[in-house]
């Protein structure tokens, strides 16, 4: 029982997740499903109670029926609380089942929501269809708003269930619930307001294009009255010309009307499906259509009453009008005056081209005076000037003519200066171009050749060049024939502009051609002096490198040094020479920035200093080879004389005849000679080494005669010494 309570104990916390209650709920249930075997332990102490009752005092038996019956009671009280704690884990874990199968529902049903509102966002064909769609919508909101008592019972559930436990999938949950929502309620909105700015502008449109329709009606009905009214009197054709004058004024309301359409069409067009916009775009077809019918039958009207007009008008009047206009033509014509630059000539032109237009334009005004005057002229005066008039339209007319003819070639004689200020340009500047590559003495001999020969091929353009000025000077006198004075100046400067220019060019291209050859002389000269100091060097390197004959006596040898040394006097002599090398590298590298200069001047140094310390190494050897063969003659000339006259000394010593003072005389002096054989034995020995050491630096014959001379020295020696001991 204490166990069974324990666990039942640790399963009746209902505060837990749904993982949670799903794990104490099962164990209560094996709890409950062990009662049969708790109703047996007790059934069991009951019958040990029994048998143990009779044989126990009365005291212990009313302590065990104590015990009996408390132990009862807590089995009871067990079994009460473990159906309490099962109801109250089942219905926990039933609130938690309802309550995601709910919460299951509700984001099912915001997606799908949210999808028919995305849907919302199709673009419609006609007003009604966006007018349906945003009905359609407002529903769709309206169960969207509708449904935000779902979502806070939703959460409030949720939050009561967060209470009972702090399960982050939960709260994560809740957290996704009311962003969807929130999102789909702006969404809808958005989605809203889209819809209804698509329906207002769509309603704006058609207010505007019936507006317009309703104008345009309105205003061919009008000049529909007026074409039907085009005969009567002058008077009547007066009035209908003022009242086609107020239509004609009354335009600009009209072309308003069809901007605005025009204007309010763009932005139902990108806010229409593919056939609302071919519906949107034939209704303003039509529209354009009927306005520029509009326009038409005003100017056909204007045209059908003017000539009305025209035959009631009296003559006098169309005389005046002519006669005036022709001297307003004339005076225009008179003042016609030279202008300064082309821009002013070519307004000039248009404004003759106008006027020459309204003259052929007024031809038929001034025919139709004639005609008029003929009808006249058959019933009535015979004096009339119209053809007066007729001759003074047909002088103003090829005056006209003439003028415009004047100024067009004031215009096209401009314009040839400019293309010929153009091409003179262009060809400067392409030369200019191509003289920035050249002017530079940067670069090898072969660089700065090929810069000379583009400047060569540059230079032969100048006629070229020469031919372009000439057409701008020429083009610019006769252009100046056509420009007022105060225009002259400009041209000509522009034209002594181009002149300096071309001078210019011409003597910076004789200049970068001078500092090209120059430098191209300096370079020839460097590289004349370069190979010639090169073969120097080379040659004196195969002498010097040469391995020296061996010499057969001193004399040969000392003649051998000799000629080294006035080799490498000649080596000494030509620092002179790779000091101006130097020189004049440095200076044609300042003037051409070639590195190869650079190089090659360290390369000659330094074969320069190769060559000299073979020279010095040469004249070192052959003194060297000197100085040991004196050494050996200083040897032989120091041994020689001790060896004659010791010789000469123990012959004078080898008489044996004598008094005894004279013998022991001898002995003495004898025995003093043969302590002087060592000295003699360190000179031949000295002689002997150095004869030794000049040997292999002595040609064969030579060489021979030292060793030959060597053994002579040793044998007459090694007689002495015999002699001397016998």
Known sequence: LTTALERLTSCNDSQVDRHGLKVNLEAVKDLDNDKPNGEQKLEQVKQKSDEVIPHTAVKGQELIQHEINDLKDQYKNYFANLVETQGKLGTALEEWEKFELDLEKLLAWIKDTSDNVKANKKLQTTLEDKQDLLNQHKNLREEIQKEESTVDQMSERAQTLLGLNSDSALSSQLTKLNSKYSGLVQSSKDVGKNLEQRVSNHEQFDKVYNEALAWLDAAQEKLQGLQQASAGSEEELNELLQKLQELSVHKEEGQSLIHAANTWAERVTSESSPEGKNLIREQLKKLQKDWDAYLANISEAKQTLESSRLKWTDYSDSALAVRNWLQDMENKLKGSQLKPDLS?????????????????????????????????????????????????????????????????????????????????????????????????TYGDEAALQQKLDMLKDLESTLPEGAQKLEAVEQAAIVTLNGTAPSGHERIEKNVEMLRQDYNQLQQQIEDAKNRLTSCLEVRGS?????????????????QLKLQPELQPDLDSKTQQLQNYQKLAEDVTKGQETLQNLTENAQSLLEKTA??????????????YQALSN?????????????????????????????????????????????????????????????????????????????????????????AENIRTAMQVYEMEYKRLVASATE
């Open 614 to 702: 073979l020279a010095k190494d040469a004249v070192r050897q052959a003194e060297a080879r000197v100085n040991q063969h004196k050494s050996y003659d200083s040897a032989v000339d120091d041994f020689t004389p001790w060896l004659d006259d010791t010789v000469r000394r123990l012959n004078g010593l080898s008489d044996t005849s004598g008094s005894k003072e004279v013998l022991q005389d001898r002995v003495a002096q004898l025995k003093e000679l043969q302590s002087s054989l060592s000295e003699g034995q360190n000179k031949l020995r000295c002689l002997i080494d150095q004869g030794e050491l000049t040997v292999p630096h002595t040609r064969e014959d030579g």
């Open 526 to 542: 460097f590289s004349a002096t370069q190979t010639s100091f090169i073969d120097w060097l080379t040659d004196l390197e195969s």
């Open 344 to 440: 002013d000539k070519k307004a000039k032109l248009q404004k003759v081209k106008g006027l020459h237009q309204d003259v052929v334009a007024y031809e038929n005004v001034v025919d139709s005076l004639c005609n008029k005057a003929l009808q006249l002229s058959s019933s009535g005066p015979k004096d009339l000037d119209s053809e007066v008039l007729q001759k003074r339209y047909n002088d103003l007319k090829s005056a006209m003519t003439a003028e415009l003819e004047k100024v067009d070639g004031h215009v096209q004689d401009h314009v040839n200066l400019n293309e010929a200020n153009s091409d003179f340009a262009k060809w400067i500047r392409a030369a200019q171009e191509q003289l920035a590559h050249c002017t530079d």
């Open 594 to 607: 070639d590195t190869q200069l650079s190089h090659t001047v360290t390369q000659l140094t330094a074969k």
